[in-house]
């Protein structure tokens, strides 16, 4: 059973993150040669005060 795990930056909308699921499980299963119905993705959203970049995070970044 394939299992993927993608982490993102909170601020996508429902639909990007329906889109995003469909997308990879296709993908997943396509490229593995396995079952749609065994396909799992797991989107974890990380608010960007909580994402690092170069030393600061990523809401300070996007704020100067």
């Not at 909170?10 to 490229?31: C, D, M, P, Y």
């Not at 040669?33 to 799992?40: L, M, N, Q, W």
Request: hydrophobic share 35%; charged share 20%.
């Amino acid at each position: 059973m394939p299992f993927v795990n993608i982490t993102i930056i909170e601020g996508r909308t429902a639909e990007q993150k329906e889109q995003l699921i469909h997308e990879v499980s296709h993908t997943v299963s396509n490229v593995l040669d396995a079952s749609i119905e065994t396909v799992r993705v797991c989107i974890n959203e990380i608010p960007s005060s909580h994402w690092g970049i170069a030393g600061e995070s990523v809401y300070k970044r996007n704020n100067k």
